[in-house]
């Protein structure tokens, strides 16, 4: 059975790809979790407008991210910290106070898309990455101040 892929299957190839499999396997398994579609003009079509659709919509949402990146790296933050002698740090910055940072500011921002390689523990200005998505990572600036 001759099948077109709707999605990539690790073990078949790419979306887009026509490829053979078992008959049992194309019936009971990648059509019914559309994976794939029987390998016919009329769904060769429907993959072709799919395709042009999911197309669109990860254009405009990579237009988005652009623009949000673009906002993030002008944006600036400011933590104050309790300091002890010779300026010493108590405790540290981390991605989830950043994170809660950029959510008062009014982006929304998880914790997990906040690159930080290890906390911030000392004060100074620190340029910060942030992913907005796989590809796109913005840079924020954050001044760690005495509290």
């Known amino acids: 059975m001759k099948v077109i892929l ?11 790809e026509t490829v053979n499999v078992k008959d049992g396997f ?4 990648l059509i019914p979790q559309k994976l794939a579609y029987p390998a016919t003009r009329s769904f060769s079509r429907v993959f072709e407008e799919e395709k ?17 990146a673009a ?7 400011e933590t104050s910290v309790k300091v002890g002698e010779e300026d010493k740090v108590f405790g540290a910055v981390t991605a ?3 994170a809660a940072l950029l959510v008062d500011k009014g982006y929304e921002i998880d914790k997990r898309d906040v690159l930080l390689e290890e906390p911030l523990k000392a004060l100074g200005i620190y340029n ?17 101040i005495k509290e």
Request: charged share 30%; glycine share 6%.
């Open 6 to 16: 709707r999605e990539d299957v690790e073990t078949l190839g790419q979306a887009g």
């Open 26 to 29: 194309g019936r009971n398994y």
């Open 52 to 68: 042009k659709l999911k197309d669109n919509r990860d254009a405009r949402a990579t237009v988005q991210a652009e623009q949000l």
């Open 71 to 77: 906002k993030l790296g002008n944006l600036s933050l």
């Open 96 to 98: 989830a106070d950043i």
């Open 128 to 144: 910060v990455p942030v992913k907005i998505t796989s590809e796109i990572k913005a840079e924020v600036k954050v001044w760690v």
